[in-house]
């Protein structure tokens, strides 16, 4: 790591969210540069001091506790009373949500409620440039791939003189492990998110005969490209910088 | 899901948070009466979800959801429903030991805010914009996950960890600017620390593609 980074990353270090590959990068340099090591040293203990007086809370007050437990009370007593209320409100949510879904899905090729979420995830994950978790190719990143998840799919992208795969890393979208991958299109940084079973529709068609991936989604915004595919059980997102990224999804 | 079990839950799981709700709550409204609300609204949906809630699992980060989506709710920013039957990870165990590696430096950073009262502390916090403030005081006074305060705030945790780059730089930013006021540091000999630092992640805030996808969710719905 360089001392830039060293910067932009003190928070996930000082707040013990670095995973211990990157966490050992991080150290390393601190090892060798003192000016890093002071600066985070120092960026700690400010974070420190201000989590001490944060701590240093008056207790609730009598008359506030009071009021709250009689409210919690009358609460509990009157969840049994409204049970068939909240069966019969359930119902009616579901049907809307389906409903909803229908619509939605109907609606593309904007993109629907999920997609867009996704899509958001991904810019984000393209701007915040987490080094990746293991470095290489696809053959040496396989065995690491296996050992996070149980069948793990193949590296979206095809590999070519233009397309190189740099490296990736395990990450959650919503309650679902995703992968994060790295790749340098043409000496630009590609983030491409990939998402096993992302949504609903993907999940109930499985079983039906594997499609290729089909470019739902292209567009642009904030400055980046971004692509949504859906396909092989898994959703990928392509966020670039590069005007028209020429990639191949793996068929 | 029987009565006595959603008694047994709340009292052992959610009354023993009360405190720690009703602060965060004071901290997003700054107002100890909208404070109360707050937290009572936040107690009273908890206790009529209860049965969506899995025993034993990380009851406090449900609960500071709720209250997010609550406050979220009452400011008519973002509507949208509150996801209760979405299960959070477990809690972290902890957070990993930095401190014997890095030498704190005590001279400067600590010092300062030491010799702060909490009240002072606090405005300061409650001078920082709200999306900052709510990460700042998940992070450093409940001490969360950043994968966690994610899920409470309903976030990519590229936003949470750009907003708490630019929420805890702001706040020493205010911070040093009083220590320098009351004659606690020389503006001179701190420049160094003073200066101003961009975030890294700034565009994620600011790209508020976030945002927007909220609003297209809203619009789907027809509100």
Redesign the interface.
């Known amino acids: 790591m360089r001392c830039d980074e060293i ?2 990353f003190s ?8 995973e211990e590959r990157e ?1 050992a990068l991080f ?1 390393a340099h ?1 090892q060798s540069c003192e000016a890093c ?2 600066q ?18 008056p ?3 009598d008359d ?2 009071t ?2 437990m009689a ?2 009370g009358k ?2 007593s009157s ?2 009373h ?1 049970a068939w209320k ?1 069966v019969a409100f359930a119902v009616a949510s579901m049907a809307m949500v389906v409903a ?1 879904g229908y ?2 899905s109907q ?1 593309r090729p904007e ?3 999920e997609v ?2 996704l ?3 991904s ?3 393209h ?2 440039s987490l080094p990746p978790e293991v470095e290489g190719t696809m053959a040496s990143m396989m065995p690491v791939l296996s050992k996070w998840m149980d069948n793990p799919p193949l590296p979206p992208l095809r590999e070519d003189q233009l397309t190189r795969l740099e490296g990736a890393r395990l ?2 979208v ?2 679902k492990q995703a992968i994060l991958y790295r790749y340098n299109h043409r000496g630009h940084i590609m983030t491409v998110l990939q998402v096993p079973h992302a949504f609903r529709n993907l999940a109930a068609a499985e079983g039906k005969p594997i499609q290729p991936p089909k470019l739902v989604y292209d567009g642009a ?2 400055g980046l490209n971004i692509s949504l595919y859906e396909g092989h059980g898994h959703t990928t997102t392509v966020v670039s910088d590069t005007p028209r990224p020429q990639i191949q999804l793996v068929p | 899901m029987g ?1 006595a079990r ?2 047994n839950v ?1 009292d052992r799981e959610f ?1 023993p948070h ?2 720690a709700l ?2 965060f709550g004071l901290y997003l409204t700054r107002d ?1 009466q909208a404070a ?1 609300e707050l ?2 609204e936040t ?2 949906k908890a ?2 979800s ?1 049965e969506t809630y899995e025993p034993g699992t990380n009851a406090k980060a449900w609960l500071f959801r709720i209250m997010s989506n609550t406050r979220l709710n009452q400011q008519r920013r973002r509507v949208f429903e509150v996801e209760l039957n ?2 959070l ?1 477990p809690q972290s165990e ?6 014997a ?10 010092s300062f ?2 010799s ?1 009262s ?1 009240s002072l ?2 405005e300061a ?1 409650e001078k920082l914009p709200e999306d900052f403030r709510t990460v700042v ?1 998940l ?3 409940e ?1 969360f ?3 966690e305060i994610a899920e409470i705030i309903g976030c ?4 949470v ?2 907003r ?2 630019r929420g ?1 730089r702001q ?2 930013k205010f911070l040093m600017s009083h220590a320098v006021e009351l004659g606690l540091i020389d503006p001179f000999a701190q420049g160094e ?1 003073t200066q101003e ?1 961009d975030s ?2 700034e ?2 805030t600011s ?1 508020s ?2 945002k ?2 909220r609003g ?2 809203a619009n ?2 027809g509100e």
């Open positions: 910067r932009r928070d996930l270090y000082i707040d013990g969210e670095f966490k150290e601190l090591r002071a985070v040293g120092a960026w700690l203990a400010f974070r420190n001091a201000i989590r001490k007086k944060m701590a240093e809370q207790a609730m007050p506030v506790r009021r709250l409210g919690i609460a509990k969840t049994q409204n909240r909803l619509m939605v609606s993109p629907a409620l867009e979420s899509i958001a995830e810019v984000a994950n701007e915040a990450t959650r919503g309650n915004r904030e | 009565r959603n008694d709340v009354l009360l405190d009703f602060h100890r109360e937290t009572q107690m009273l206790i009529r209860a979405d299960r990870a902890e957070a990993a030991e930095v401190s590696f890095v030498e704190l430096n005590r001279s400067a950073e600590e805010v030491h702060f909490r502390v606090r916090i005081i992070a450093d006074l001490e996950a950043y994968k990519p945790i590229g936003t960890m750009s708490l780059f805890r706040l020493k620390s630092e890294p992640l565009n994620v790209m593609s976030y927007r996808a297209s969710e789907a719905r």
